[in-house]
């Protein structure tokens, strides 16, 4: 683990891609963090009551939407030549 300065979680310690990713072996990693405000509706008062709020699938489609696109993108290259190295001349 790196400790990693952020807004959100300032010095928290997140598992760093470079103990689990190995791009010379073809290993490749990515991480990605998401915001609740990305995939459902924010209550204005936190209590009890509120939160978690329930699943919106409304809420939830532009960003669901992009994931499907950035996931699809990274098994593209997984199955790619480029990710184990093996480049064509």
């Not at 190995?22 to 008062?45: F, K, N, S, W």
């Not at 499907?68 to 990710?83: E, G, I, K, T």
């Amino acid at each position: 683990m790196r400790l990693v300065n952020s807004p959100d979680r300032p010095t928290s310690a997140i598992p760093s891609n470079d103990r689990i990713a190995a791009p010379a072996d073809g290993v490749h990693a990515i991480q990605m963090e998401l915001a609740c405000r990305g995939y459902m509706h924010e209550p204005d008062t936190v209590d009890p009551s509120t939160w978690p709020s329930p699943w919106q699938p409304e809420d939830a489609a532009p960003l669901r939407a992009v994931l499907q696109q950035v996931l699809q993108a990274c098994l593209a290259f997984a199955r790619s030549p480029a990710a184990s190295g093996r480049v064509a001349n």
